[in-house]
């Protein structure tokens, strides 16, 4: 399920990225060469698609660690208190995400009541331009959900990317095992 969910996610950042990539081009080719051809609504639907694709990544960036947090501290805690504060990391992040994804839909609901259009030819809904926050959201809620099971479980170490495109290393390995004969209290 995961990797599906990942691979959907690529497809549609990556088309996104594409048709956002495609509209900035034909929009200033014809600004500039060809002004009969030029559309009012290329800089409109490149947001989109740009704000589209923006959102869908937040759910890979929980998976990959690439959210803002403190990657120091955890380093430096390690064992039992970095998988502590990566729980608590979560759990903030899930429920940001979910308390924000909720008003999300508020506003995607007050949009569709009020028949709300851009200003463009295209009269594009504008409910479905705030729909991406909502469910970007919810992907990183899932996300979220997803890394503090395995890190409750002790399944998933804490992990933070050390530089931009650098693997992704793990933080604290866990605690040692208790020494034979050793009680626990």
Do not use: K
């Not at 500039?32 to 937040?58: K, N, R, T």
């Not at 028949?115 to 705030?130: G, I, K, Q, V």
């Not at 991406?132 to 919810?138: I, Q, R, Y």
């Not at 604290?172 to 209290?185: H, I, L, T």
């Amino acid at each position: 399920m995961e990797r599906r969910l990942r691979l959907a996610e690529d497809w549609a950042i990556g088309v996104l990225a594409l048709a956002a990539l495609g509209i900035a081009l034909y929009g200033t080719l014809t600004r500039y060469m060809l002004p009969h051809f030029a559309a009012d609504w290329s800089e409109e639907a490149f947001v989109y698609a740009v704000i589209w694709a923006i959102w869908l990544s937040g759910g890979r960036l929980v998976v990959t660690g690439g959210h803002v947090r403190s990657d120091w501290l955890l380093r430096v805690l390690g064992g039992r208190a970095a998988r502590a504060l990566e729980a608590l990391h979560s759990t903030l992040g899930f429920a940001f995400c979910i308390a924000f994804c909720f008003f999300g839909f508020d506003v995607v609901r007050l949009a569709l009541q009020l028949n709300e259009r851009s200003d463009s030819t295209l009269h594009f809904p504008m409910a479905l331009y705030y729909l991406a926050m909502p469910v970007g959201l919810l992907l990183m809620a899932a996300r979220y959900a997803t890394h503090l099971r395995g890190v409750l479980r002790g399944q998933t170490l804490p992990t933070a990317p050390l530089a931009p495109g650098a693997p992704v290393e793990p933080i604290a390995p866990p605690d040692p095992p208790a020494p034979p004969g050793a009680e626990s209290r």
